[in-house]
Every structure is written in C-alpha cells, then in structure tokens.
C-alpha cells in the first residue's frame, strides 16, 4: 500500500486550555485529532492526573496528523497565545500514513 | 455550655476527621492507599448533590423572609470585601507581586464547599440547627471574590491591553456559574424545594444515613490530597504559612459578627463563619486560569490545601462554633 510522510504535531497541556486547543484545531480545518489524558513532570513540577481534587494538576495531550503547511499554523498558534502563561509544550513529528485521503483538511 | 476544650476534642475524634488525618498520615508515608479518580468525582458529585438536596427542602419549609434577603446580601457584600483584606496582609507581610497577591485573596475570600459540609456533619453532631438558606449563601459567596481578587492582581499587570480586558469573559461566567459544582449544587437545591418533605422521604435512605460514610470516605480523600501537598509548602516562608493561620480568623470574625447582627441562629452564624474562614481551591484556581494566567497557581493551591483547610477541619470548626454561641448567649443575655 501506498504511504505517505506527513507530520504529527504533538501538544501536551494543562487542561485548563483544551477547549482552546480544539478550536485552534477546528478553526484550522484540521481532518481530526486524538486525545489522551497523560502525566507527567516539567518544568511546573509534577502534574498528576490521579490527584482528582485538582483540575489544574491535570495534563492532556492532542495529536494531530496534517501536512507540514498546517502543522506549522497549528504549533503557531498555540505558541502565540498559550506558551507564555499556561503549561504547554509542542512537538512535530514525521509520520508515514496509509490512505492520505483521510488526512486532508476538511472543507467546510 | 461545652467548655471550648471538649468541643474541639469531640470534633478531633469524630469518624470524619479520624479519617482525614488517616488519609494525611498515608500520603506522609507514601503509602499506596489511593482513591481513584472516578470515585473521588462520583464522591463530590454525592456530597454536593445530598447538600444541596437537603438544603432545597429545609427552604421549602421557610418562608421568604427580610431576614432571608438581608443574610443573603451580606453574605455576598462579606465575600467582595475579603479579598481586600487578605490582599493587605499578604502585601504587607510578603515580597509577594500584586498578580499572585490578587490570585491568592481571590482563593481566601471565596469559599470551599467541603469544609461548609464538614461544618454541617459537626453541627448535627451537636444537635445544631441552621437555616436552609446558609447554602443560598454558599452560592453567593462563590464568584464576588473572583471579582475582586481580578481587580487588584490586575494593577499588577504591565500590559495596558491585559489590564484593560473586560473582567467578565463568557468563558469566566461559563466557569463560574455553570462549573459542574455549582450546576448539581443548585439544581438539587431546586429539586430539593420544589419536592420538599415527600421527596426527602424517597431519598432519606441515600442522602441521609449514609451521609456521614461517605463523608468519611471522602475526608480520606481530602487527607490524601493535602499531605501530598505539604511538601510544597517547605519554599514559602513563615510569613505566608502564618497568613495560611491567622486569615481563616480573620474571616471567621467578620463572619461571626455578621451573621448575629443579621439574627441568624447560632448555626447559622457558626456556618457563616466557616463560609468566610474557608479557602476555595477548586473554582476559583479554575476560573482563574482562564482569566489571570499570569498568576502562580503552585503557591494558592498548596497554602489553602495544606494550611487552611486542615485548620478549619481540625481546630477552626470548634473555635467558630464555640465563639458563635458565646457572641449568641451575650446577644441574648444583654
């Protein structure tokens, strides 16, 4: 089968922010995108999503498989509005797809 | 009367609080104890809805009162008006920049709807009665400090277009008045009033008997959750740990003199007191982040959680009580 490369972009946040992340991601027509609920230690420290208490101590983290063109829109974006203030990291990934037919932007 | 003494004894020994010290003790010694995320959330969701249920009911049997409107306009104009005093302390006392001076009292004027629930489980274990209105109150008592709080972190803002942002986001109002907390809060305060007496009838069997259980359980989670946090606290310097102390008074006080002044029971006016000394730390760190993500939510968290809800918890609960039916007894004798 055919393969394509492609990029994945990757951003781990606190989920404070996710509502803002999928509208970066709607807004830009992206065909889809995964979501998990993750853990993990940084630079603000551990940031546990067993503490349940405590919505600010919970991590997600998106993945997002588009062109190169519109991964780098995408990581634009949140470094723009979000790097600054919020625990947020982003990386790009290269990735080889089957059936690029369902990695198009949409169209509507 | 109770000497002060036995009060805080009785309290300190009571299944609840056993348990959250059961829960702290654990985290101290990593053990593996752990409750897991989906019944810590069904046990907040159980808590809120039994309180807001049971205080719909107690309002379906009261009627509207100036006594009511009065206690209700208090207690808002109470919870607007702390975070400026908090702020003035922390300022004075701390290096601390007016952003996480702003977020801080915004965290202390606002209320923790735990503690207010482990208030009403002691004033039942003493027999207490208080007025089905106290959870209107609560409500109240949620977003004005946010207010507040936003105004004075904002003159810490550089920016002229942060600081010029109007204060009331949809996303901040959403947060606020639609977070799940105070949805289930008030839509079972309705359900409560307009099912009254026959509908605590059908549900006395899940919120009323076993209401002190699965508080227990879940003071097992709170305790848990605050010893994790106590680490934390190492970097903050004596100054803001004793303001963690000394603020929860402050408030409780105001909160006392308030609530006699206004002619609330000695229930009423010991959970006024709770609702004024206690610290929010789950709504406000939420709308917060939305709206001041400048501030450094690692320093509110872990004060309030480490600091002030276990005062409250432990020793706070019994000083209140105590000085209410004093404050109440002097009213009544003079």
């Given at each position: 089968m055919e393969r394509k490369t492609i990029k994945k972009v990757v951003i781990i946040a606190e989920l404070a922010i996710k509502e803002e992340i999928l509208h970066i991601i709607n807004e830009m027509k992206a065909p889809g995108y995964t979501l998990y609920e993750v853990r993990g230690m940084g630079e603000k420290g551990?940031?546990?999503?067993?503490?349940?208490q405590?919505?600010?101590?919970?991590?997600?983290?998106f993945e997002i498989l588009v062109d190169a063109e519109l991964a780098e829109r995408i990581v634009a974006a949140v470094v723009d509005n979000y790097f600054k203030d919020y625990a947020v990291i982003a990386y790009l990934e290269e990735v080889q797809i089957l059936r690029q037919e369902k990695f198009r932007p949409r169209q509507n | 009367m109770n000497t002060l003494v036995n009060i805080a004894l009785l309290n300190l020994v009571s299944p609840p609080i056993l348990f959250f010290i059961l829960g702290t003790i654990a985290a101290r010694l990593k053990s593996d104890l752990d409750i897991s995320a989906g019944l810590g959330k069904t046990l907040s969701l159980y808590l809120m809805l039994a309180i807001g249920f049971k205080g719909g009911v107690e309002l379906s049997r009261s009627e509207l009162s100036l006594t009511t409107l009065t206690a209700l306009l208090t207690a808002a104009m109470l919870s607007f008006a702390l975070p400026f005093i908090a702020y003035g302390f922390i300022r004075l006392t701390t290096?601390?920049?007016?952003?996480?001076?702003?977020?801080?009292?915004?965290?202390?004027?606002?209320?923790?709807?735990?503690?207010?629930?482990?208030?009403?489980?002691?004033?039942?274990m003493h027999a207490?009665?208080?007025?089905?209105?106290?959870i209107v109150m609560m409500v109240l008592m949620e977003a004005p400090p946010i207010i507040s709080g936003l105004l004075l972190a904002r003159q810490g803002l550089t920016a002229a277009k942060e600081r010029h942002k109007p204060l009331f986001s949809p996303k901040l109002l959403r947060e606020v008045f639609f977070g799940w907390t105070i949805f289930i809060l008030l839509g079972s305060l309705l359900i409560g009033f307009l099912t009254g007496d026959r509908g605590m009838t059908d549900m006395a069997g899940f919120i009323g008997l076993p209401f002190i259980g699965f508080l227990c359980l879940f003071m097992l989670e709170m305790g848990l959750v605050a010893g994790r946090r106590l680490e934390e606290l190492r970097t903050f310097g004596l100054p803001?740990?004793?303001?963690?102390?000394?603020?929860?008074?402050?408030?409780?006080?105001?909160?006392?003199?308030?609530?006699?002044?206004i002619g609330l029971s000695p229930g009423g006016v010991t959970l006024l007191a709770i609702l004024c000394a206690s610290a929010s730390y789950i709504v406000v760190p939420a709308a917060l982040r939305h709206a001041l993500p400048q501030a450094n939510l690692s320093i509110s968290i872990p004060l309030v959680l480490g600091v002030t809800f276990p005062f409250n918890i432990l020793l706070g609960i019994p000083l209140?009580?105590?000085?209410?039916?004093?404050?109440?007894?002097v009213i009544r004798t003079g």
């Open positions: 551990v940031r546990d999503f067993e503490t349940t405590l919505e600010y101590f919970k991590n997600i983290k | 290096k601390m920049d007016r952003i996480d001076a702003g977020a801080i009292s915004a965290h202390y004027g606002s209320i923790s709807l735990v503690t207010f629930v482990a208030g009403t489980a002691f004033l039942e207490e009665h208080f007025e089905g209105f106290l803001l740990i004793l303001f963690g102390f000394y603020m929860p008074l402050v408030g409780a006080s105001l909160g006392i003199l308030a609530g006699l002044l209140y009580y105590y000085a209410a039916k004093l404050g109440w007894s």
